[in-house]
Structures are given as C-alpha cells and as structure tokens.
C-alpha cells in the first residue's frame, strides 16, 4: 500500500478546471443594453414629472412675478356715447401688473356697473395687454316723471338723465318712478306698434305690467293691456 507523501516536495492534486463561458460578448452587450434600457424606464416617470413640475415653476413665476409678461397697454373697444377714458377709469387696471394676475372679472363687473354699458367683456392680450369690450346700452323710448327725462334702453333700463325728449323716441309718462316689469312692459308695447300707429302715439303709461295704456294723437286713449 502506497502512503501519499507529506514532504515538502509534495504538490497538491489539480482542481476541476472552469467550465469556458458559453456567453457571446455581443449576447452581453445586449444584455445590458437591455438592462440600462429596463432601468430607463422605470426612471421615465419620474423624470418627466420633474420636467412637468420645473415647467409649471417657470410658468407660474412668468406670470405673476416676471416683468417680462405685464400690463403695459390698455385697449377700449366699442365706446360710442361713453368716452375710453370713462371706461378705464372704472376698470382700474394698473399698468405694470402680472397679467396673470389682473383679476378679469372684477375689472368687467366694475365697468359694467357703468350705467350707459350694457355689457363688457374683459380679456388678457399677450404678452403686454388687457382688452376692454363694451356694449352700450341704446335707447328705445324716453321716461318722463314731471319734469326729469331719462333715457330707457330695450330692457327697460334707464340708463341716462336728459335735459329735453330726444326726438324720435316714444315717451313714457309716470308720476313716479314705475316698476321694472311695468317700464319693461311700456317698451316692449311700444316695440312692438306698427310704425303707422308708432308715428302717432303721443305717450305711454304703465300702472302694471298688464295695463299699458298708449295716448293717441287727436284725444284717442288705448288699453293696451300687457305686453
């Protein structure tokens, strides 16, 4: 029997070899090509909501803090009778302002509360300007209570004090000031005549919205009645 020396000349038994890689090195590449790719994808989301967030950032500071976006020009559109400067005094919007944060709607509620603006509409102009549209109110007849005229729009709306009747227009006669429905109903009436019996009418009177009464040149009294 033969004992394995344990000298110094003794050398150990070799191991098992390695197995040589079956992988290709383009295999590999694509392999992690497709591992960076993987990992790219699951970073996306983030990345654009980061993008989206910097973006928004840079938009709100544009807006309501750069000087690069504010109220330099005020445009008046639509002003016949009222005069642009009227109108710009009742929007109050101050040059210099964020345009973003010119409050479009409190400008528009404050010139139409004018009493001659039917409406108004209120826009921002980018980059520099605000845009006031106004639409004046026309009027259809004329009130009088003894011995004060006020203009009367469609709606029935008096809108404006005159000195003396404008001529052309239908007069609408009242001890006191009448009713909303009562005056709406008066012009409505007096819309609605034929121009034969329009060119003769010498004066309206509304008691209630259902008691129209036209007074006829020559003494002739109509019950009308409503609108």
Known sequence: MTRAGSGR?????????PHPSTVSPTSADRFAARSRARRWEGLRPLITLLVLLTLAAAAAWAGYASPFFTVR???????????RQAVLDAARVEVG?????????????????????????VTREWPHGVRIGVTERQAAAVLRIGTRYQLVDRGGVPFQAATRPPRGLPLIVAQRPPAAASLRAAVGVVQALPPGISRRVAAVRAGSPDAVVLDL??????MWGSA
């Open 9 to 17: 000349g003794a050398r150990a038994a070799p191991g098992p070899r």
């Open 73 to 83: 020009t005020v445009e008046v559109t639509g002003v016949r009778e009222l005069s």
């Open 97 to 121: 302002r964020p345009l973003l944060r010119v409050d479009t709607d409190a400008v528009r509620s404050r010139v139409a509360a004018l009493p001659r603006v039917s409406s108004a509409e």
């Open 217 to 222: 040149v020559g003494g002739i009294t109509v």
